[in-house]
Every structure is written in structure tokens, then in C-alpha cells.
């Protein structure tokens, strides 16, 4: 089962940010949060991922809560080619298994 | 690098009839896992392998189902025989040093089993 919860849909206005949030309550100390997307009719990609501290590479952010209980993924300026399931993933570095929950349905619209 | 490479993309075949679905992960790589996709059960994780060895296949459905990985450049998942509740999308992935590292995934196959 997945360690995550994410609301089913969101909308986004282009040009603005989108925060997409994730509550993973049962977190252990050794686990990370992933962040993954797919957009229609592909393969899911990487965005990100972080432990305890906030991280922020060419794609998006990663805001996670001092009690690491939740997470934010921020997309500063969202496009059109945004639009995609985001799925927020928690794992340690020695399980195996990348279990994806249903994820967020993010909707940018111009 | 083309990135990971899956063959064929689309195939539609009869129940009973066997299907091979091929990948090539991407050069360097030296894990490989075999992932399903349908709408009622989201994306699911069947096999992982790394060094060209299986470690976790509890994610096989059945018997029917069958992964080999002969060489670091290529694998192959089976199905036989295939039943029309196989149909779904198959994604193959590779990543660097296990399943902690990302994860780049194929384009996907999408099977039709009739």
C-alpha cells in the first residue's frame, strides 16, 4: 500500500506556482520522498526527491515539513506542459519497491 | 543516450496466444524493473533486477508471467498464456546502483489481449 496521501485533482493558472501537497504521516527516519510525474501516454519521470532538508533543482522544489510528516513539490511557473499525475512516493534506500498511489491530477490552464 | 528503449509499442493479440515485451535499459545502468499500468490498478512494480539478477519478483502476477535479463543490455518479459485482464500498459525503467536511485523510465508497451 502507499505510504501517501495527495488530493486527487488540482488546477493551476499559467505562469503561476503550483504547489502540489503530500502527507506521508507514517514516514520513517530513513525514508525519502520522491516525486515523480507522468504525463499522458508516457512514462512517468523523476522531478525530485529530499529527506528532511528543502531541495530545489531545475524543475521544481521540494518543501518538507520539520516533522517530515509532509511535503510540498512547487512548480514556481507552471506551462502548459505541466499538465500531468504527480505521484509523491516515501522509500528507503534499501526497500525495493516504488509503490505509486493514484497521485494528483494537476490541470494548468492558460 | 536514446534512453530506455521498449519494443514493440503497441501489440494486440489473441487469448491464449504468447507475447514477448522487450527492453534495453539505458547503457551504464545496472538496474532493471518492469513496472504494469491499468486504470483500476494505477502502476504496479512486477520485477526488479540489478546486476542482471532477479532480486524481487513478488510483484508477478502469476505463472504466466515470466522476466529474463541475459545481458546488462537487454530483458524480456513474457506472458504466456495471455488472457485478455493482462491488457495494460507495460513500462520498463533503469536507474544507476538499485531501486533508491531515479528511476528513467521507457515509453511503454501497450498490450490489447482479446
Known amino acids: 500500500d502507499a505510504k501517501t496521501t495527495q488530493p486527487p485533482s488540482m488546477d493551476c493558472a499559467e505562469g503561476r506556482a503550483a504547489n502540489l501537497p503530500c502527507n506521508h504521516s507514517?514516514?520513517?527516519?530513513?525514508?525519502?520522498v520522491y516525486w515523480y510525474r507522468q504525463i499522458h501516454s508516457q512514462g512517468p519521470q523523476y522531478i525530485i526527491h529530499g529527506l528532511k532538508n528543502n531541495e530545489t533543482n531545475e524543475m521544481a522544489s521540494l518543501i518538507i515539513t520539520e516533522d517530515r510528516k509532509s511535503s510540498t513539490l512547487i512548480l514556481p511557473h507552471a506551462t502548459l506542459r505541466d499538465t500531468a499525475v504527480y505521484y509523491c512516493i516515501v522509500r528507503d534506500n534499501y526497500g525495493q519497491n516504488f509503490v505509486f498511489g493514484p497521485g494528483t491530477r494537476l490541470s494548468v490552464l492558460p | 543516450d536514446a534512453g530506455v528503449i521498449q519494443s514493440p509499442r503497441h501489440e494486440v493479440t489473441e487469448m491464449g496466444q504468447e507475447v514477448t515485451l522487450r527492453c534495453k535499459p539505458i547503457?551504464?545502468?545496472?538496474?532493471l524493473f518492469w513496472y504494469r499500468q491499468t486504470m483500476m490498478r494505477g502502476l504496479e512494480l512486477l520485477i526488479y533486477?540489478?546486476?542482471?539478477?532477479?532480486?524481487?519478483d513478488s510483484g508477478m502476477p502469476e505463472d504466466r508471467f515470466s522476466a529474463k535479463m541475459p545481458n546488462a543490455s537487454f530483458s524480456t518479459l513474457k506472458i504466456q498464456p495471455s488472457e485478455p485482464r493482462d491488457s495494460a500498459v507495460y513500462f520498463c525503467?533503469?536507474?544507476?546502483?538499485?531501486?533508491?536511485?531515479?528511476?528513467?523510465f521507457g515509453p511503454g508497451t501497450r498490450l490489447t489481449v482479446l
Open positions: 507514517t514516514i520513517s527516519g530513513n525514508e525519502y
Open positions: 525503467a533503469s536507474s544507476l546502483r538499485g531501486a533508491a536511485n531515479e528511476q528513467f
Open positions: 547503457s551504464g545502468h545496472n538496474s
Open positions: 533486477f540489478n546486476n542482471n539478477v532477479p532480486i524481487d
